[in-house]
Structures are given as structure tokens and as C-alpha cells.
């Protein structure tokens, strides 16, 4: 059965998304069309701080008030940061909707940016820099990115020192007040509300203020390194390519090249290195996919001494798969994707985080297009795609010293 899904922008520029779902649960999100891909190199990490210091206060509400009044109704409050949006969400029952519509629009129309807590949440967000660096499975995903792309979108999400350090009051306010603004927002509701309460709230409480997000040119590369530390006992590898933006139909193919090779225990690679030859426990493999950059990665965690190994055998499916996928094997994976793609939609804040996603690209309505366009990939888009991954791709290796 079809979800009931709802769209409308509003006359203030503001944009609502709506899934309507019988349980007495909603996942509610404000977010804005904007993220690490809107940042210069010099101010990198500048959406992810703001992120921070939204759930830090408003005139009405200090940063306890802000989460009391969500988890004291029974909610689950949190934000994300991405390339392309930043998101303040919370899951409630039903019935608490309107609590969650107050509290989140707060929060996205009134923040303080006290510029004590500012310093205090700097060196919280330098403390999760840390951690981001010592867990070898975040930083050989976060490299890879540095590998494939040239700053500012090869600097990670979250900043450095160097790019946090100078960030004050001043330029936080002018980046908040030249982004927050209607146009450049969206409102998404998955669960048990009303679609017209919902708009009628967006309307009434934001305004028609239009705001401008900064765009920089994305520049592509290619790179290769082994990184040695210390502490380790396993290497840590990522295999990534380029691949068609997501504005392009053949993106879908480039789902499927990465769910033939590596997602789930009956890919190739898994079958290969670990089933065969018991090279690695941790087989895995993931498409990013925008309208601005679009990669597909996959990772192993092995033996030092079995680093090139695996990459000549990431290689040779590669070869395998460009000369010979069949057209059954093909059908096998779109069901698998398509599956897996509905049992996705199960979990309301999953959803929800689907439906920004498409609608920072172009169009939520696309996101229920996802089995169509995936039952049209073409067989030799696939075996095309395999061909042009050996030629240029991205290798990064975290091994023991």
C-alpha cells in the first residue's frame, strides 16, 4: 500500500513534508537546506557548531527547560549534521505533537548563542574531534572523503582547530540569521498528525524573511595512502570510487554496483574475503549519493598483512563484475534493494530523515519513486560503472605501527 504522503510550500517559502501514519507516535524535524557542502575551507565545521548551540537556549527556555519539556512528555530529543541539511528532530507520542512544534521552532527561530557557552561547547565539539580520530572505523570514513575531494568539501564535517578556533559570536549569528530563514527550511512529520494543522502552524509562526545559502564549487580527486598508529591490531581499509550525482538516473545503478560487491553477508566481496578465504570479519559497503557529490565506498578490517590482498581481490570483482554480471544476478539484487528499502521505511525517524534527504536534493516525492527507478537500471549501466571504479578510485589504509 502506497504511504499517504503530503507536500506543500507555503507562501512564507517554508516547505512541510507529511507521512501519515496510524500509531500514536510522530517523529517531528525542523531543518535547513544547508550543511558541510555550504562552507568555505576557512569556516568548516561552522553548521555542525550551530547545530550544537540551538538545543543551548532561547529567551523563554534555558538548555534543561529545552530537553525537560521534550523527555518529561515522553519524547526523544536530537540533531544531525550533514553535507546538505542540518536537522533538529524529536519522536513523541501523538498527542504531545504540539510540544514538539513549540519547543523545536524555538529552538530554530530564538537561539541565544551565548558566547560562554559558545567556548564551553567548542571544546565539547574538539573533544568529539578526538573520538571521531580515535575510533579507526569513523576516521577511515572520514579520509576517504579528503581523498575524493578537494577542500572545502574534502575538510570534514565537523571542523578542525584550525577552522573552529576563530568561529565567535559574530560570525555565527550572521551565518544563523543568513540561513534560518523560511525559504530555507522544512518541516517534516512522520506518524499520527494533521496536515493542515501542521501547515497552519508554519504559517502562522514563521515569517516570509528569505535567507541565501552559500554554494562552493566541488572539485574531484583521487588518492591513495597508508596511514600507520600505534594501539592497533587491525588494519582498517576503504575502497571508494565517483559515482553519478543523484540527479542523474544512472545513480541507481551505482546502488545496485555497490549491493552486487558488498552490502550484506551474500555480496561478492563478503562471499570472497571473508567466507573464502577468512581474510576479514567486517565486510561492508555504502553509496552517498546528492545532487552536488556522489561516492560509493566499502570497507574491510583485516591483517596488515593482508592489505594488498584484499585490494586485489576489491579489484578483481570489480573486473568480474564489468565483464560478466548477469542479468539474473541483477534482478536478485534490485528485489534485495527494494526490500530493503521498505523495511527502512519502518521506523518513523528513519523516514523522516529520508524525506529531508530527497527534499534537500529536490523533491521528497522522489523518495517513493525509489523501487520504479531501481527496477529501470540497466544492465550494462552497471558494468559500465564496475569498469570505470578500477580505473579511478580513492584507497585509504589505517594499519598497525
Known sequence: MKPKFFRKVLKNGMTVLFEKRELPVVSVAFAVRCGGINEDAKEKGISHFIE???????PTRNASQISTEIEKNGGVLNGFTSETITAYWCKMPSN???????????????????????????KVIFEEIKMRKDNPRIHVDDRIQNFLYDAPLGIDLIGTHETMNPINREKMLKRFNEVYNPNNMILCVVGDADFEKLVEFSEKNFNNKAGKIPEYKVKKKNNSAVEKRKGLDQANVVFAYHAPLSNDKKSYAARVLSAVLA?????????????????????????????????????AGTQKENIGKVKELILEEFKKVGAGLEEKELRSIKEQLIGNYNIAMEESVSQMANLLYYEADGNAQEFYEFEKNIKEVKLEDVKELAKKAIKEYSFFALVPE
Not at 550544537?52 to 532561547?58: I, V
Not at 504540539?98 to 567556548?119: G, I, Q, W
Open 52 to 58: 550544537h548551540m540551538l538545543y543551548k537556549g532561547t
Open 263 to 299: 552490502e550484506g553477508m551474500s555480496s561478492r566481496l563478503f562471499s570472497e574475503i571473508r567466507e573464502k578465504r577468512n581474510l576479514a570479519y567486517s565486510i561492508s559497503g555504502e553509496a552517498t549519493s546528492c545532487k552536488y557529490f556522489s561516492y560509493n565506498k566499502i570497507y
Open 96 to 122: 504531545k505533537i504540539n510540544v514538539a512544534l513549540d519547543v523545536l521552532s524555538d529552538m530554530v527561530k530564538n537561539p541565544l548563542f551565548n558566547e560562554a557557552e559558545m567556548n564551553k561547547e567548542r
